[in-house]
């Protein structure tokens, strides 16, 4: 029987002192071997610095790279969530069109690398889908409410266009993979929920609802947390289409400083935090639903 909550024990310490030993002799080898000058005290002032001008604190660039790569995190993954949810179900519905086209997608996605599907957004789709949503004339719109709500929860709207590319072609990646993980989840549903929800009337949206999604999803959070986590890793490689997010603050910030080893670190912290506060929301979800369940 596995404990619920074990305790750290002696092997845990040696494995926790080994990991930090290790690093430090890196850090120790770094800076004897390459001579290099540790300047950590600059870093402060690009997470938080205070504008005198403005008489108050704001974002440096990389806690700025920083909420953008949140914002893109977010709208990717709400985003994947749908179109993953939305072709699970059709994957795993007893309509063989609606199957082959979800089949399809799929395929497709998941063979292509996902730099390329961002590069034919931005350059291809996205001179088409920009204008007919009307971010172009967000984009020029002047200051206003319309103006705040977009700039604090989604994007500049001088860099809407571009945002929008990058965004839909991570929700369109990543949502293969979440597909993939809703069809496992509502297959793994036994029939007999099936039969019974159907012996009660329900139609079959309301069997998806009420009865098999519900118990999917608690069977499913292990690997979407995963697939959430990757997520918010794949967000760096928008910075191939210059969205000014973590990574590429982090590649403006190290050529201008040429403070390689402290940028990065700061970056990989970052997002290491990140994601690790994703995982530990997660699983706290998860208990909270095996425990509701029992």
Known sequence: MIEKNPKLTVLDLVVFA??????????VTITLESQYNWQWETIPQYILRFDDPAGRW????ILTGLLITLRLSFW???????IGTVMGIMKGGPSRYLRMVATAYVETIRNVPVIVWIFI?????????????GLDRAAAMEDGLLRNLLTTFVSDPSHLPVFFSGTAALALYEGAYFTEIIRAGVESVEKGQWEASAAHGLTRF????????PQALVRVLPPMAGQIISTIKDSSIVSVISIQELTFQGMELMSATFLTFEV???VLFLYFAVCFCCSMGVAGIEK???RQKA
């Open 18 to 27: 080994l990991v930090g030993s290790g690093v430090a002799w890196l850090m």
């Open 288 to 290: 909270r639903m095996t």
């Open 264 to 266: 990065w670190i700061t």
């Open 121 to 133: 957004f931005y350059y291809f789709l996205g001179e088409i889908i920009v204008p007919f949503l």
């Open 206 to 213: 309301q069997q998806l609802r009420h009865v098999i999604l």
């Open 58 to 61: 704001v974002p440096g660039m």
């Open 76 to 82: 990717s993954t709400l985003g994947a969530l749908v």
